[in-house]
């Protein structure tokens, strides 16, 4: 068997709509490939799987051909449409489904598409049970279908995004209300853009909507956390309190303050833990992040006598590490927040919430409540690579010994493929910014010479 990946990437299966292995076949063979291995046939009761989906037109043909697999594999399938990533999680726990699925390709734009899989504890799939799966759907399985008797049957829950509305709502402290708060939403016309606007209005607040009008082409569009400088306008055209950007299936989350400067995930993350830390609400005294987090989140948590650990990028690797360790706030900067009191992956919305009850809590504007520390010059470049992996070459691991040697403890720098798209990631970080921006312009032109030869 092989543990060569496919397929998957750092966040489930993703790639542009209708080609390869974003197509009818690979998703209808998916279905059948997971519904296989997760279908206990000693076990004589109906499996469950539940199906859920963003704004995208391309979610119509993948959910259909998820469907179709997984029927065919004999696996019930509730379908429940448009819904956030963790409404999926939450609700495949809730219906004791076997396995929760969400069609998204997150913050990328409209014509690309993804699938991601939870299982019944509402936790994603580990690596070694991607890699079994990869396998499976490269083998001949036709003789493990199911028998016509056996065949699944798909229905619909029409009361999906009630039931996430009540369960994110439940996260928010119940002494408190967001009466006075004029809240600006951009639900980047992804799949929040009905379930949270109505969850912030439901708690008193004064709604301002933006990015919810999905047409199955505007996801992400301008718009939504890959896009604050829209919200931020806006927070000052309204002269609102408080900004939240959400993405494609809301995941992850932005602030923007009442001058519109856009809060990351690092300041969410410093945030929500000496909040919580404060009030002896925070076991452990650690949080988890990636290694791309800002040095100003670690000496800020340092200096609050909480530890941070990090992890490779992607939410995955931070819930896993956050289990074993007990930690319950995880967190990337891109703003995927995992508060595992309240769910088993990134929400977006229920950490909006933990911010806006610190906001009531101390009766304070934004701009001195959610500016908790002064990052380190930082910076990120993206260079496309075709072909092989440049980041083998020995050029590229000398260029980067070299750079490593000259910050010393005083900065990082890392250096990865992205997980979703042929890109290498280039980030540097150093106490000023000359020196980021020296190191970054010298690894990306060696970069981009071995891509060229």
């Not at 440049?390 to 000259?406: C, F, M, N, Y």
């Not at 690894?443 to 060229?452: D, Y």
Request: a negative charge; proline letters at 3%.
């Amino acid at each position: 068997m092989s543990n060569q990946r496919v397929f998957f990437g750092t966040d489930g299966i993703r790639g542009t709509a209708n080609t390869n292995p974003m197509t009818v076949e690979v998703a209808q063979k998916l279905g059948q490939a997971v519904g296989l291995l997760f279908l206990n046939k000693a076990d004589k009761r109906r499996h469950q799987v539940l199906i859920g989906k963003d704004t995208r037109l391309s979610g119509y043909m993948i959910e259909s051909a998820l469907v179709a697999g997984f029927l065919s594999a004999g696996m019930d399938v509730v379908v429940v449409g448009p819904v956030p990533t963790p409404a999926i999680a939450m609700l495949t726990r809730s219906l004791r489904a076997d396995l929760g699925v969400m069609i998204s390709a997150s913050h990328n734009p409209y014509y690309d598409n993804g699938i991601k899989i939870f299982n019944r504890d509402g936790f994603k799939l580990s690596d070694a049970q991607e890699i079994e799966i990869e396998n499976l759907i490269q083998s001949d399985f036709s003789s493990q279908l199911a028998s016509p008797k056996h065949i699944g049957r798909a229905v619909r829950l029409d009361d999906a995004a009630g039931r996430y509305i009540e369960h994110a709502k439940a996260s928010f402290p119940r002494q408190y209300r967001l009466n006075g708060l004029k809240i600006v939403i951009d639900c980047a016309n992804g799949a929040a853009y009905k379930v949270a606007p109505t969850a912030l209005w439901e708690l008193g607040a004064e709604v301002i909507s933006l990015g919810c009008n999905p047409n199955g082409f505007n996801i992400n569009d301008k718009c939504g956390s890959t896009y604050p400088e829209a919200l931020g306008k806006a927070v000052i055209e309204h002269q609102a309190d408080i900004g939240i950007a959400l993405d494609g299936d809301a995941d992850r989350m932005l602030l923007v303050d009442e001058t519109g400067k856009v809060m990351d995930g690092d300041q969410i993350l410093a945030l929500i833990a000496s909040s919580w830390a404060a009030k002896g609400d925070l076991p452990n005294k650690c949080v988890v992040a990636t290694i791309m987090s800002n040095m100003g989140l670690e000496r800020f948590l340092n200096s609050k006598d909480i530890e941070l650990l990090r992890t490779r990028v992607g939410d995955r690797y931070v819930v896993e590490k956050m289990r074993e360790l007990g930690c319950i706030i995880g967190g990337e900067q891109s703003g995927h927040m995992i508060l595992s009191d309240f769910s088993t992956t990134g929400d977006g919305l229920i950490a909006a919430l933990q911010v806006l009850a610190v906001l009531v809590e101390k009766q304070e504007k934004a701009s001195k409540v959610c500016n908790m520390f002064a990052p380190f010059p930082q910076e990120l470049r993206n260079i496309r690579f075709e072909g092989n992996d440049p980041l083998t070459h020995e050029s590229v691991k000398k260029a980067l010994r070299q750079a490593e040697e000259q910050l010393g403890k005083d900065g990082r720098i890392v250096l990865r493929k992205s997980g979703t798209e042929p890109l290498i990631r280039v980030m540097a970080e150093a106490e000023d910014y000359s020196t980021v921006d020296q190191i970054l312009t010298q690894l990306c032109t060696i970069i981009k010479k071995v891509n060229e030869s």
